[in-house]
């Protein structure tokens, strides 16, 4: 387990005790989903993604790529939120560009980006490399210390299991590349899947999400390190990171961030966002509860699902955000402050406690987006 002392006095608070019986009252009564961001990997020593591109432009050796990925990010100065989702956003919408002057046979079918032409095959070559370097990044050579995380599934396992609704299915929808949500459910021998059949390495099978023995699904709305597109084929296998490079660097399946790319409307990624969408509209006969963790609401996409299943479910999905700004993001806010869904969302900040428009600020500083604390509470420790 991980010596990192964890500081949970903020939580002996009596309001505090009260806000974790609701959220331990909602997460029992009600199917339960999980949306994590880039937060809930930093914990196990994962670089964020805005700590990435530094990484990635030190280990490439592609000249191109690297002088299109320092070009992007130059464009992004003054920024201080953007990240290496973004810059890979925009070399996909100009391959996007590319490709399609050339569909329509004009003479030049490259895109010119400051002072440098670049054709579809520069651009799928630099995504390519810098894919690869992200891989190599979080996943091959590193050993990352999932101990927090098979804290929290196992916490979330067991939370409350005297109920019958612990034993519904837990749904982990990630927006990491990592891979430490499946390993720490396969280290505490919960059953789970997450699409794809086989053992470490595997096939594409979205079937076995409908398994209903499974206590828990992982599905991965941005892709992964592991997945892997071979020559001639049109769904991913599974490759593990400690295993042998794929074939073709260029076959890792990750999904940029905000991206239009037509590989963003195909299978397997329209598969999985349709997973997530039917689970934030749950049946007329249950309730559901979305615990957001690690996530800035930085992702209109994703913002977009979540408000429209808010809006759509019949007020029978809740939302808990749990944040480490200080106050709410302006995207939750929004949600907050809307008579139409504020009801259904609730926010934890640092600072400020809200209940839809309902806003209770604290004198002390309250750790509720950090991981590491709720692996700790979830468990009951206080």
Known sequence: MTTTPIDLSPFADPQMRTELENIERLLSQSRRLFLFGAGCS?????????ELCDMVLEGIDDPTAKKLLESIRE???????????????????????ADRRVLRGCTNGTVAYQGTDYSSENLSAALCKIKSEIRKAIGTGRTPDMSLHRLFVRHVNQLLTDKPSARRRTDYFVMNYDTL???ALGRERISFSDGFAGGITGWWDPARFSDQTLMARVIKLHGSIDWCLFDHEYFPSRLRPSEVEP????????????????????????QVLDLFRKALRPGSSEDAVLMVVGYSFGDNHINLEIERGLKDSGERLSVL??????????????????????????????????HGSERVDTETDVPWGDFAVLAKLLGGER
């Open 75 to 97: 464009e992004y100065d003054g920024e201080s939120q953007s990240t290496i989702e973004d810059y890979l956003s925009d070399i996909v919408d100009l391959k996007a560009m």
């Open 321 to 354: 955000a749990m944040c480490y700004e200080e106050s709410p993001p302006e995207a939750l806010k929004k949600w907050l402050e809307d008579p139409g869904v504020g009801s259904q969302v609730r926010a934890f900040c640092r600072k400020q406690v809200w």
């Open 181 to 183: 949500v499946e390993d």
């Open 247 to 270: 074939p073709a660097e260029e076959q890792v399946m990750i999904w940029p961030t905000a991206t239009k790319y037509r590989e963003t409307q195909l299978d397997p990624y329209a």
């Open 42 to 50: 930093k914990v196990a020593g994962l670089p964020l993604t805005a």
